[in-house]
């Protein structure tokens, strides 16, 4: 049914009348349906975008007492999905501030308290814009089950490909500097700029899905990332035929690359995300004849016996083969998938050309044995120094594993943090305990200087920490606990240290420290900003150390802040400190920002305040009272 109206998410709603489709389908805009139209289905068969309802019924003998999850392999553009009526779950954004949520696997939360005895109603209001399909799984499946495959689904199709488009910007970036230093061999130039090429038009499929605050319109990204992608071909096959060393002369450069300007152009100027669409994928029609002369290349490489030819043309058979069937689908539909395949071909490529470079590179290393001893004594010395910088990092990886990387999940918090370690290793700890979902302990420490020495007494911190976790919600006996079994284990230096636990439940906050800076909340109701500082020394100085609890009356909205000294103890060149004045009137001007955003915010304030470099290590913790 077509319409906007919120009423046909109603589960008392009479759908009888409303025509008939099968799903899941790749060709659901209205110029397709036309042909599969039942009796007097009311749909402007000239729309190009607009919104629909489907509606599915069915039948439960028995209410399971485990949640489920409702799941679409993907939903073209935008949509809002309703349980017997109560909203489960979206993606996407609909207008004014439309957001396509191209490519992203629907796994919406079904709590068994939303299902009934008997009839169910599955409702979906889907916005499209000049493109529209469901594709499978369509599917109710138990948690356990879902969770999982929503998380491979969103590793390939978002993830993992931000990962490979930020990779690419790295790729381009060293390609582009070898061009710098040896210009003469110009494919190199050409490979950077397909690198970069692709991880522009990488980004469709996962900024609008990561970032979709980003205030950026879908219409705008498309056209942002859709000329670079009528530049991949041409580019491509200047690069294998400079590679392959034939010559590419102004001519068949013109006729390479005037399509794709042409074309561009026309995008930018596009009025519309249909005429987007349209020309780019006019454009993907052509591909065939660059496909062809990348072939004709190859023969001409077999016919000479040229192995380095020959390698990436083995390279490009998985971007070709695949790029043919994402022409097939997006142009003329004729394969069913949402996917952009060509882009999994890309790593084959470039791991071959690798190899030449790495041939190349070993080449280099032999001759380099024939130079004098004073070298070679120079090279082993760098060959020591990498060797302890690969320590270093490896200490580093081992440090970072033991802090809580992975935030823990709640629909009761909202939590972000912001770890910055001075040096290769530091002496900043922090971890979380939740004994209930509604329950979360947060321990955040600083161990003074930094360095191995501090890294070290926070790896012994995080050790007594997990041991002592059963007292979570006993701040004061937990830092007692941890002073008593540090002393005399850590020379001459001492750890300050906060604990907060939070009873989302009975909304109150106990919180401890021991000589740690105080503990920070920010009161949505009036926006001001309360301090709390209970007695308590620093851990490591005496045996006798007692700490005091304060107990504090938190609100749904309130804001909580745990911070190390680096936050308000960064100077700027002139010897200035950031101050606690700074810190705290940075929260609060910032305070309509999300937690994430908003230690990300401050982590760039305190880089720009210190010129770049931090000189201590910086640990922030935000948590929201949802």
């Excluded at 498309?222 to 590419?248: D, E, G, H, N």
């Excluded at 496909?291 to 390698?311: A, E, H, P």
Aim: aromatic share 14%.
């Amino acid at each position: 049914m077509h319409g906007n109206g919120l009423q046909y998410a109603s589960y008392e709603i009479d759908d009888s009348s409303w025509p008939k489709i099968l799903l899941p389908s790749r060709q659901l805009m209205p110029s397709q349906l036309k042909r599969k139209s039942e009796g007097s289905m009311k749909i402007d068969f000239s729309a190009k975008s607009g919104f629909v309802w489907y509606r599915r019924n069915f039948v439960l003998h028995e209410i399971p007492r485990e949640k489920l999850l409702f799941q679409v392999g993907e939903i073209m553009n935008a949509d809002i999905v309703y349980l017997n009526g109560f909203r489960i779950g979206s993606s996407g954004r609909f207008p004014p501030e439309f957001k396509s949520a191209w490519g992203q696997f629907r796994s919406y939360e079904i709590q068994p308290s939303l299902l009934k005895k008997g009839k169910n109603v599955i409702s979906m209001c889907v916005y499209f814009d000049s493109e529209a399909w469901i594709m499978p799984p369509i599917r109710i499946v138990d948690y356990n089950t879902g969770i999982k495959e929503k998380m491979l689904a969103d590793i390939f199709r978002i993830h993992g490909i931000q990962a490979m488009s930020i990779s690419l910007v790295g790729i381009f970036a060293f390609f582009f500097y070898l061009y710098m230093r040896r210009t003469k061999e110009i494919y190199y130039l050409y490979f950077s700029l397909c690198c970069i090429s692709l991880s522009i038009t990488m980004a469709l499929c996962f900024v609008e899905n990561l970032y979709p605050d980003i205030r950026i319109s879908s219409n705008t990204l498309l056209k942002i990332t859709q000329p670079p992608l009528v530049f991949f071909p041409p580019l491509l096959a200047i690069f294998y035929r400079s590679y392959c060393a034939f010559p590419v002369s102004p001519m068949r450069f013109v006729l390479y690359f005037l399509p794709p300007f042409i074309i561009s152009a026309m995008i930018i100027a596009a009025p519309t995300r249909y005429y987007i669409l349209f020309f780019r994928n006019a454009f993907l029609l052509t591909i065939p004849l660059y496909m062809t002369d990348l072939f004709y290349i190859s023969i001409r490489q077999l016919i000479r016996r040229n192995k380095r030819g020959l390698l990436m043309f083995f390279a490009l058979i998985p971007i070709v083969l695949l790029g043919s069937i994402d022409i097939l689908a997006f142009t003329a539909g004729l394969v069913n998938t949402s996917m952009a395949l060509y882009l999994y071909g890309i790593p084959a490529m470039l791991f071959i050309f690798a190899l030449y470079l790495v041939n190349r590179f070993v080449t280099s290393l032999n001759q380099t044995e024939k130079l004098n001893v004073a070298l070679r004594e120079s090279i082993m010395e760098n060959m020591r120094l990498a060797a302890l910088e690969r320590e270093l990092e490896l200490a580093r990886n081992i440090q970072l594993s033991t802090l809580s990387r992975a935030i823990p999940s709640s629909p009761f918090f909202d939590i972000a943090v912001k770890y910055v370690p001075a040096e290769k290793i530091g002496g900043d700890y922090y971890s979380f305990h939740m004994p209930a979902p509604d329950q979360i302990g947060v321990l955040i420490s600083d161990v003074s200087g930094h360095g191995v020495p501090a890294a070290l007494i926070a790896s012994m911190l995080n050790v007594l920490s997990e041991m002592f976790s059963y007292l979570a919600d006993r701040p004061d006996l937990l830092l007692s606990e941890l002073n008593r079994n540090m002393m005399g284990n850590i020379e001459n230096q001492f750890i300050t240290t906060a604990y907060g636990f939070i009873d989302y439940k009975n909304k109150t906050l106990l919180y401890a420290r021991a000589g740690h800076l105080p503990l920070l909340i920010i009161r949505r109701e009036r926006n001001y900003l309360e301090e709390f500082l209970p007695r308590g020394r620093a851990i490591g100085l005496s045996k006798e150390n007692e700490y005091h609890v304060n107990s504090i009356n938190i609100s749904r909205g309130d804001r909580i802040i745990f911070y190390t000294d680096c936050a308000i103890e960064a100077f700027n060149q002139e010897k200035l400190l950031f101050g606690e004045e700074r810190f705290k009137e940075l929260l609060l001007r910032e305070s309509a920002k999300s937690p994430q955003s908003l230690s990300e915010y401050i982590c760039r304030e305190l880089h720009k305040w210190a010129g770049g470099s931090l000189e201590d290590d910086l640990t922030l913790i935000i948590i929201d009272i949802q």
